[in-house]
């Protein structure tokens, strides 16, 4: 059995690809990028002994009724894992599709090109900030080197973030559910 605390704002994958399911602003999704950043030094340099997630994407990042990033390891489900779809944050595209083929090589083109990475933006999105795009940018580029060891390591992307971005990890931390009490009384129902 799993157990999972309620994430009611679904996955990261449904509000991106999902017409249905709310689209986020530039604001929530910075704060989801800052909080799964977060998350993911804390499991590779605070946890002893670390943990690596085995397949990080939008499907893995759950969020919260405030939208705060919530990242779960499902990878030990095969039929979920074969399920699941990675996604990009910024640009709402899918990992591979007919239209651009691989998204890393479809965001490599664009990165190398300064001019042209505000094409790379979800046209959903009515505003951002190109000082925060840059930096996002600048790190994607950093972690899609192809030999692993030129990659920076978690703390040096919460760094490099955190000099435009001022989300604290206090910030990016869910807020408690102001009907808190009301879930309590409604698990400990179930539990009778």
């Known amino acids: 059995m799993m157990v999972f605390e309620y994430a009611p704002n679904g996955t990261l994958f449904e509000h991106l690809h999902v017409k249905e399911v709310e689209h986020l602003d530039w ?7 800052m909080g799964t950043a977060y998350c993911l030094q804390y499991m590779h340099h605070d946890l002893n002994p670390p943990v690596a997630h085995a397949n990080l994407n939008s499907t ?18 095969s039929e979920a894992a074969a399920l699941s779809k990675t996604s990009e944050t910024i640009s709402g595209k ?13 965001a490599a083109e664009y990165l190398n090109d300064k001019r042209s990475i ?34 920076p390591t978690m703390k040096d992307v919460v760094n490099k973030l955190r ?30």
Not at 98 to 103: K, P
Not at 176 to 187: K, Q
Request: proline share 7%.
């Open 27 to 33: 604001n929530a999704r910075i704060r989801i990028i």
């Open 163 to 192: 000099e435009v971005i001022a989300i604290s990890p206090d910030q990016a931390t869910p807020r408690l559910s102001p009907l808190w009490w009301a879930e309590l009384e409604i698990l400990s129902v179930e539990a009778t």
């Open 60 to 77: 893995a990042i759950f969020l919260t009724d405030d939208y705060a990033a919530k990242i779960a390891e499902i990878s030990f489900w």
């Open 118 to 151: 505000s094409y790379m933006i979800d046209p959903t999105l009515k505003s951002f900030r190109n000082n925060e795009l840059d930096v996002i940018c600048e790190v994607i580029q950093e972690c899609i080197q192809p030999d692993p060891r030129q990659r």
């Open 94 to 106: 899918l990992p591979n599709s007919e239209e651009q083929g691989n998204l890393v090589n479809w």
